[in-house]
C-alpha cells in the first residue's frame, strides 16, 4: 500500500464507510445489530460513543486511536481481506482497521457470531 493510500485511509470519516458495512451485511440477512456488536466488541465503544463517532464524523484513525479497548482476542482474526493477510499486516492501526473488515466479511458470509466474536 502507498503512503498516500495509507494516508487516505486513516484520514476516511468512519460515518461515510459504516452504512457501507451495514449494507453489505443486509444483503446477506444479517443486522445493523449484528455489525454494531461487531464493533462494540472491537473497540469497547457502545451504543452512545459510535452514535458520537457517526455524528462528529471521525476519522478512521481517531477513531481506532481513541477506541477503550481494543478486544485482546483480535489477535486471533486471521485470513484476507482486500488482498491482504491480516495477520501479516505490521502497521497495527491498519491492522484493526482491516480486522473490522474481516469481521464484516465473515458476518455477510454468514458466519456464527460466536465464531466471529472469537471469545
Known sequence: MTDK?????LKMSFANVYPHYITKAEKKGRTKAE???IIFWLTGYDANALQEILDKKTNFEDFYTSAPKINPNASKITGVICGYRVEDIQDPLMQQIRYLD????ELAKGKAMEKILRE
Open 35 to 37: 455489525v454494531d456488536e
Open 5 to 9: 493510500n495509507y494516508e487516505r485511509i
Open 102 to 105: 474481516k469481521l464484516i466479511d
